[in-house]
């Protein structure tokens, strides 16, 4: 009897209760899968939904529509003309906003110059030398520095100079001198040795401060002192030539006039006349002269070159 049980539960075929159940299962998921669907699209139709002010459901996507096909020609037109250059004026116009724009972006030569200044070893020491031989006090010791094996304690030694036109009875000069006469900067670690070295280089009389002890310059002050070997160039006036080279910073103007000096005009209307020089102008190059007239005293301006000291 048990036999037969178990041969008749072996004999029944299984297979499609499994795929049943299955089916089942899958259409579970189906329907859970659809529910999920219709519940997130009624969440973006409430999120998405808007109400006019008298009740009415707004279409959104035709609004979003015709936003996007909308046509403002005044609009379109004031744009068009901003960026239309009718002419070789306004084309150059705009190239010379480009390059003051690209001018500004240029980083200052100074500080550059600071910033270098403040990367260097050593400090900077001031020596005396003779007065007109500071030049030469320099090559001394530069020379003195590599024949006796110092440039581990002696880096850089300078002279400030400057280029100052002089204009002596008329004539006008370009110079270049030294800008702190009788003095040499050295810039060095101190010990005896480099100390010994400078000290005893032909012109130098002594360094500036304790003489044996000197006191290093101050940052703001070597700066100062330093700053004139910036080579500094100014930007090409308006209207100049593409790639004229730029003009030259402005140098120092020096004049032997003095206010109150008596001159004699050598030039003009009034050649052979005593003058007063009231009025100094060195960077235009002229001179304000009272000129006795009538007796009475009429200012003239004059350049440098029309008046002669007496």
Request: hydrophobic content about 40%; aromatic content about 6%.
């Amino acid at each position: 009897m048990n036999s037969v049980s178990e041969t008749n539960r072996d004999d029944v075929d299984w297979a499609p209760a499994a795929e049943q159940s299955s089916e089942d299962d899958e259409a579970q998921t189906g329907n859970v899968l659809a529910s999920e669907d219709e519940a997130s699209d009624s969440a973006e139709h409430e999120a998405l939904h808007v109400v006019a002010d008298d009740g009415t459901e707004v279409d959104l996507d035709a609004v979003l529509d015709a936003m996007a096909e909308a046509v403002d020609p005044e609009a379109d037109r004031a744009v068009d003309e901003a960026l239309e250059v009718d002419s070789e004026d306004e084309a150059e116009a705009a190239q010379l906003a480009v390059e003051d724009e690209e001018e500004e972006a240029v980083a200052d030569p100074y500080e550059a110059f600071r910033t270098e200044l403040r990367s260097k070893i050593g400090k900077w020491y001031v020596i005396h030398s003779y007065a007109g031989f500071e030049r030469r006090v320099k090559s001394n010791i530069e020379n003195r520095m590599v024949s006796m094996n110092m440039e581990d304690y002696i880096y850089e030694v300078q002279v400030p100079m400057e280029d100052v036109v002089e204009i002596k009875n008329g004539q006008r000069k370009m110079v270049n001198r030294v800008r702190i006469p009788g003095y040499v900067l050295v810039r060095m670690d101190l010990n005896e040795d480099s100390w010994s070295v400078v000290r005893h280089t032909p012109g130098v009389t002594g360094f500036v401060g304790n003489a044996h002890n000197p006191t290093p310059l101050r940052f703001e002050e070597a700066f100062s002192m330093l700053k004139s070997l910036v080579q500094v160039e100014a930007a090409p006036a308006k209207g100049a030539a593409k790639g004229q080279k730029a003009a030259a910073r402005s140098v120092i103007t020096e004049v032997d006039f003095e206010i109150g000096e008596t001159i004699t005009i050598k030039e003009g209307s009034f050649a052979g006349l005593p003058g007063s020089i009231s009025e100094i102008k060195p960077e235009s190059g002229k001179l304000t002269v009272l000129v006795s007239l009538f007796e009475r005293e009429t200012p003239v301006e004059l350049s440098f070159d029309q008046v002669t000291k007496q």
